[in-house]
């Protein structure tokens, strides 16, 4: 099916040690976006890209890295995990012009 | 500072009647909102949204009402069905991105 994928769907982390969660998109969307929800608190931006080539900050960015690897992928990276950063974490993207987000189904992340 | 505000974090609504959920918001540049639904371990599927200049969007037992003046919108859903049981998300587009609320929990008891 069409849509954005997401991997892995869940990952546990000791303090300190790095991982990628990866974000492929099929849609040929322009914009992409990495967010992540804590309960109580939403769902906060952590980073986006509008295009190929760009990414901004979003609410959220300490403790974060990104990279827009091509048109359809964009990954998010914690270089030094920490207990704060265990959290869902849901990617998203947008076609230019449009106003509609499509999410993907999500990566649980748990930091000891 | 949150600029999508969902207050009343959970609603427990009868089968068949109106479920209204509630959302302000603080930056008056916004200039698109959308419903957001989510279920547990999925992810949020867009649900209906409305343009900045008009103040009612309707879809089937989905309406969103926007006064622009109190930076308020709401979402009704008429009749409530099992179903709708959900977290909906409030949110609101400007500079490419959106800002979301809190959420609301909806438990539609059958």
């Known amino acids: 099916n069409a849509g954005v994928t997401q991997t892995p769907k869940f990952q546990v982390l000791k303090t300190g040690q790095s991982m990628t969660l990866q974000c492929a998109q099929d849609?040929?969307?322009?914009?992409m976006y990495w967010y992540r929800q804590d309960p109580g608190m939403g769902l906060r931006l952590i980073y986006y890209?509008?295009?190929?080539?760009?990414?901004d900050k979003g609410e959220v960015p300490n403790g974060y890295n990104v990279s827009r690897l091509n048109k359809r992928e964009f990954s998010l990276r914690l270089e030094s995990a920490a207990p704060s950063q265990t959290s869902v974490y849901f990617c998203?993207?947008?076609?230019?012009?449009?106003?509609?987000?499509?999410f993907g189904a999500g990566s649980r992340l748990t930091v000891l | 500072d949150q600029q999508v505000k969902q207050n009343s974090p959970s609603l427990s609504v009868q089968e068949g009647r109106i479920s209204i959920l509630n959302c302000d918001y603080t930056?008056?540049?916004?200039?698109?909102f959308l419903w957001y639904k989510k279920y547990p371990a999925e992810g949020p599927t867009f649900l209906i949204s409305?343009?900045?200049?008009?103040d009612k969007n309707e879809d089937g037992r989905f309406t969103v009402f926007l006064n622009k003046s109190a930076k308020h919108l709401s979402l009704h859903i008429v009749p409530s069905q099992p179903g709708d049981s959900a977290v909906y998300f409030c949110?609101?587009?400007?500079?490419?991105?959106?800002?979301f609320g809190k959420g609301n929990q909806v438990v539609v008891i059958p």
């Open positions: 998203a993207s947008r076609e230019s012009g449009a106003n509609v987000l499509t």
């Open positions: 849609m040929n969307h322009n914009s």
């Open positions: 890209s509008a295009s190929e080539g760009t990414t």
């Open positions: 930056n008056s540049m916004f200039d698109y």
């Open positions: 409305i343009s900045s200049i008009k």
């Open positions: 949110a609101a587009k400007g500079n490419n991105r959106l800002a």
